[in-house]
Nanobody, 118 residues
Framework: QVQLGESGGGSVQAGGSLRLSCAAS????????MGWFRQAPGKEREFVAR????????YYADSVKGRFTISRDNAKNVLFLQMNNLKPEDTAVYYC???????????WGQGTLVIVSS
């Protein structure tokens, strides 16, 4: 019943940019805040950014602040993550989800892989 489809990942050189998209179900998207998470190989999944339903309030992890921008299109149930000045440490599988604080509320999708090379 809950469906999250992440896309837009790929391989990019350090300093480059990528724009991730997340097509969410109306039920998930309309619940409130949405967020992005990521999981690097051998590491725990971590919070990246969140945005309120209205889009007025945003919050970012310190590691991506100033480089990433989260946005949403409520009419289309799509969440975005614009990633600029990418670093090798950003390499991970990126996931979207409904969020409360920095914790996910729904089941996870398959994510989209981002690889940043030196």
């Amino acid at each position: 019943q809950v469906q999250l489809g992440e896309s837009g990942g790929g391989s990019v050189q350090a300093g480059g940019s990528l724009r991730l998209s997340c097509a969410a179900s109306g039920r998930t998207f309309s619940s409130g805040s949405m967020g992005w998470f990521r999981q690097a190989p051998g590491k725990e999944r971590e919070f990246v950014a969140r945005i309120s339903w209205s889009g007025i309030s945003t919050y970012y992890a310190d590691s991506v602040k100033g480089r990433f921008t989260i946005s949403r299109d409520n009419a289309k149930n799509v969440l975005f993550l614009q990633m600029n000045n990418l670093k090798p440490e950003d390499t991970a599988v990126y996931y979207c989800n409904a969020v409360a604080g920095t914790k996910a509320l729904d089941a996870w999708g398959q994510g989209t892989l981002v690889i940043v090379s030196s």
